[in-house]
């Protein structure tokens, strides 16, 4: 049989793949603090004793990357510049995240768009809501009025592809990975945009599409070449 | 079958919803007291195909993992409670909030809303109502006869008699929320607490975080036109790209239609 046939099939089932990761990076241009996903194919190092199965080792991986700051003007918009994550904690364990939209509860706990608290050095760091008057510094310092309040978790990741997302938006830490501290300069009144480039990701989305039309012309040749030797 | 199709179709629905709020904020640019709305996204679920470190075939070690997301949602919307530009207009009954919180008024079943829209009349009976005719919670019952009334920045009304007399005929309050972004908006310019809000907590002008009453004054809308035209422009090239995913992956469809033929 010729294995030709299969790996035009593992070409086009590749390139599929490269699709619906651009395509989720799109879709997320959009989303505060997101990070873009880039899909890697590799040979299998094997293949030429391996000759029947696919051919094509694809994963996926973050691209942490910074995004570009935009100006808020809201006390409570923290951007991250550099790497490093915001702790929240949550139900089901820590989560990471760089999207810095907090907002204040009626007891004063600093929480993050969907409710859940964000993490401090020490103990948690009470504001007085209502007040205003929040400054936070960029190692995450937070005062008000002038007053300290403790300062803000900032994490780093160290460990190879270290981070993975979860279900909330978030990032969760893969084992074997380790949180260190983060050198990230906090930047209020910002948000961090998405990461990605609608021009490089449409560039790909030619670019796998083309591949995935080429691997799909060599099926056609390959079955066109059986069929003559059938008739 | 394609879930490309079904992300980018989500990023399509995200960016309709952004054009909505800017046309909104748009249409809103010139009324007084109006808070711009801002939309959040997030990234919906990611399958994951493989976890990262799986034996592989030939034993090697899967390093990267596959994990492909699913798109975009919208998380919610915030209104941006930033100061609107004061704008002189010289009516005694036109009140203005410089700095934090809210006048609360009275709707005729007994509710009450927030506001920061203070183009306040007067009604038959000489009351301070809206330009609705709601009634401003802290009554303000203005005399007949009175040449003028006067608003301090603590919010003490004084009407002016004909023998030139200052007569205290009431106080204004202002209402403060913890987090004034969590604030439902009613329509027609009027807010309404939440559990994302907070209880309002009654403040006399200028103290404890409430800002000053400005008389003779309206706050514009924060509105940018500009910004929001900006923001027009990128969800349409947004929406262009999303729906040019989308043509790709019908496009392989159609491919592998006509692979055996």
Redesign the interface.
Known sequence: MNVGLYRTVAA?RTN??R??????????????G?KR?LH?AHG???WA??GE?QQV?????LDLSQGVLQR???DLDLALDGPGFFVLEGDRGLTLTR?G?F????NGVLVS??GRAVQWEGGRGILE????GIKVDANGDVTQDGLPVGRIRIVDVLG??PV??D???GYRL??GSALVDSEAIVTQGFQERANVQ?ID??VE??A??RA??SA?QA??TI?QSYRRLHS | M???LY??A??MK??QF?VDTIANNIANVNTSGFKKS?L????L??Q?Y?E??LP???N?N???????????EV??S?K?M?QGVLEATGGQRDLAVRG?GFFEVQLPNGETRYTRNGTFRQDFNGRLVTAEGYLLTDQVTVPPDTLGISVSNDGQVFALEENNLLTQIGTIRLH????P??LKAMGGNYYAPTV?S??P?QRQPGV??AGAIEQGYLERSNVETVDELVALI??Q??YE??S??IR??D??LQ??N????
């Open positions: 086009m599929q793949q699709i619906e990761v651009i395509s989720s990076n799109i879709a997320n241009s959009e989303t505060t997101f996903m890697v299998s190092a094997n004793k391996d199965h080792v694809t994963g996926t991986r808020t003007g809201e999207e939209a907002g204040l509860t009626q768009g969907d809501w209502g007040v205003g190879a592809d993975e997302p279900e909330t938006g893969r084992p609608n990701e449409l989305l030619i796998a599409q995935f039309d799909a099926f056609r079955d | 394609i879930r490309s992300t980018a989500s990023g995200a960016q952004q801002r959040s996204f997030r990234s679920l990611y994951t493989r990262p470190g592989l075939a030939n090697q899967d390093v990267t993992g596959l994990q492909i997301g699913s798109g975009t998380s919610g915030r941006m930033l934090e403060i929320f913890a987090n972004t969590g994302s907070g209880p907590q404890q975080g990128v969800a090239r947004n790209v999303n040019r995913a790709v992956s496009e392989m491919q592998v006509q692979l055996v033929r």
